[in-house]
Every structure is written in structure tokens, then in C-alpha cells.
């Protein structure tokens, strides 16, 4: 999965309700495009070109998997969504809120109705002074210059006053404040790496990421499960437990909680399908040895998907080692987790059945995910 962009975003409105469009504006852009990362303090500015009320002026800094095309395209359709209409004569008039992209990351973007960064920026205090408000030391990627430097030298003569009202951002609706450490699971392909890369992002999490890819049994299981069963369920065993016990240990001030896309007990799930009988009692003899010593989440999740997906999932990955995995180990594996869940009583369990949703390429199934974990 791609890491997000960064795109700026300028909020304008001198109709009706200034205040709730500029809000609706970043409620719907939450909703509709990413996670808002700032939003600057509300600025009044005197219509230009045109005799209207007094603007309402604010710029937000939004992280985005959309490209650029497509950004605009929502953007125009959240304006018409809150009442803007097409313009009844030529030059400017009032309305309701105007939505226009400043920057997208330092990219150079010159095409039929999508100029970026926006052409008109350093002409604008109106503009540039919400985007100093939280973004001084940005560098324009054509001028060469930083926000605050163009601030300095921008010949708009235009007052630009700060009001005492401060816009909402929609993120803070959803907490994790009761949690310190989350754990998401699920089988092969459930998605447990995209959703903890998305929730540590968006949420100042600090991820803990297992390190499958860097184990020399795995790709040999696949080929040999019989023979190398064994060898691959003590080498993840020994490596989760380090990695977590580390990670754990390593506070970190600048992080609101810890995210990770596997817990401990997958060891113990996993092993139960791969291992014979007498192999098991070993291997589980040595897992309560380690798990004993090893801090339990404060939430569980189990993202819940059908064989069909999960199968789908993994081919659209392409690693190569995960090509002949059998619907009936994974149906097992599925089986094993709910088995193992629903004995549970020490552990915070959230189950959740994704089968039907794909939060990686549907923000609003993101979004479903996120309130059932609030």
C-alpha cells in the first residue's frame, strides 16, 4: 500500500452560515478524501472583484490517496453538495464555499482546469496566511520559495483579520485514548498490515510491524509444510517475542498508543493447524514459557474475511510463496482463531467480518471499521 500524500487545501465561504459551510467543508472532506492532518485559524478578508460579504478564509493540510484528477472531482462535488451553483455572470460573486488545491506534496501539475500549485498563491494574503498558519516552511516548488518568505514579500495590500472561531477536526471523533497497545489480527490476507499502516497514521500510533518477510523458513514451508513446520513455528515464536518485548520496552513521548498488525498468540494458532500432535505439546510447553513475560493488548481485533477474499487478497499481493496456498488451511486457520477467541476472558476481543467491504480502496468502509473499534 502507498503512503498518502500531502495536499493543501484552501476553504473560502462570504454566504449564509460562513462558520457551518467552512465545517461541512471539512466534515465532508474527512469523510470523502483523508485524514485531516491541520487546519489553520479562521481568517475575515473584504471581498475582492466583486461588492459581497466579508470571506471566511481557512487552509487545511489533508493526507490523501487520491490523485490529483480525482481530488478535484470530489472537491467540485462537495461545493455543489453544500449549494454552490455555476456562476450566473462573468467575474466573481458570493458563495457558499469555494475549495481550491494549493499544493499537492511538490509536484508540478499543468493540465486543462488543474494548475498546481494554484497560480495565484503568492498574490493572496488571504491565502497565504492560513497556509503560514501551518505551513510556513513548506517550499514552493516553482517560486522557490518558502510560505512565510512569500508572506514577506506579497504586494496584496488586503486586511486579514483572525477571528476567535477554531474549526473541528472530524478525526477527533474517533478515540483510542482508553487504549495503550492494540493488536489486529487476522488470517492471510485479512488485511491487518493495511488497516495498523492506516490507524498509525491517521492516528499518531506508533506500528509495530511483523517481520515475516525477513524469515528463510517460510517460502521452504510452503514448499515442504511437513518438514519445516517445526523449524518455522519456534523461529516466529523466538522472533515475535523479541520484536515485541522490544517494542514494547521503547516508550515512546512523541506517540499517543502502539498499533501492531499481529499478536503473540498467532504462534499458538498457527502452530495448532501445522504441527503434529506430539510436535504441538512441545512447541506449546515453550510458548507459556514466553507468553508469560509478554504484555497482552488492551484490544484484540480480528478482521473476519471469507476464504474467496482472502484468496483474492493474496493473489492481488503477488508473493510468490503464498501462490499455492489450499482454501481448506485457510478455512482452518479461520476456525482456529474463533476457536481460540471465543475461549477468551482475558483478552479485550473485537470481531469484525470485513467479507463484504474493502477499506484500502473504500474510505468509507475505513471509516465503518473505525466506529465499531469506538
Known sequence: MKPPKRVYI?????KGNKLQYLQLAVDTIFKNIG??????????????GFDGDDFYNACIVVETELKPRKLLKILQDIEKQLGRTKKS??????REIDLDILLFEDE????????VPHPQ?????FVLQPLLNIVKD??????????EELFEVCEDGSEIESINIWLKNPRKSYTFGNYNYIAIEGNIGAGKTSLANKISNDFNAKLILERFADNPFLPKFYKEPERYAFTLEMSFLADRYQQISDDLSQLDLFKDFMVS???????????KVTLPEDEFRLYLKLFYQVYKDIAKPDLY?????????LQANIKQRGRKYESDIKDEYLEKLNSRYLEFLKSQTDLNVKIIDISDRDFVKNREDYLWILNQLN
Open 261 to 271: 498488525d499481529y499478536d503473540v498468540n498467532k504462534s499458538l494458532i498457527f502452530s
Open 138 to 147: 513548506f517550499k514552493h516548488p516553482i517560486l522557490d520559495k518558502t510560505i
Open 10 to 14: 484552501a476553504l473560502g465561504s462570504n
Open 35 to 48: 485524514a485531516i492532518k491541520k487546519l489553520s485559524n479562521v481568517y475575515k478578508t473584504s471581498a475582492v
Open 301 to 309: 481485533v480480528y478482521l473476519y474475511q471469507n476464504t474467496e477474499r
Open 108 to 115: 508540478v501539475i499543468n493540465e486543462k482546469n488543474l494548475i
Open 121 to 125: 498563491i503568492q498574490n493572496r494574503k
Open 89 to 94: 455572470e462573468n467575474g466573481y460573486q458570493s
